[in-house]
């Protein structure tokens, strides 16, 4: 019965140590995607008027500012979700 429990012993062993070299190891490499930031668009048609002390600009330049906003908050939403 001792020699049968040296018998287990030895293969178990011999087992674990071949298992361990056999294996191929794994290297986790954690993949953050590429990001386009958006560039902000360009002052067209923007006014000061020195006499009210205030800034106009034309309808589109302020949309394409919000979609730039937009677009930026997407990124920072995409880059949050891989920092976790």
């Not at 298992?19 to 006014?47: H, N, R, T």
């Not at 937009?70 to 979700?81: F, R």
Request: aromatic content about 14%.
């Amino acid at each position: 019965m001792k020699c049968m429990v040296m018998i287990l012993a030895v293969t178990v062993s011999m087992i674990l140590l071949a298992s361990c070299k056999s294996s191929p190891e794994y290297i986790v490499v954690y993949d953050f995607p590429v990001l386009e930031f958006p560039a902000f668009p360009k002052p067209v048609g923007i006014e000061y008027d020195d006499e009210h002390d205030r800034v106009s600009m034309p309808l589109e330049y302020w949309l394409s500012i919000v979609d730039y906003k937009i677009d930026m908050d997407a990124v920072k939403k995409i880059y949050e979700e891989y920092k976790k």
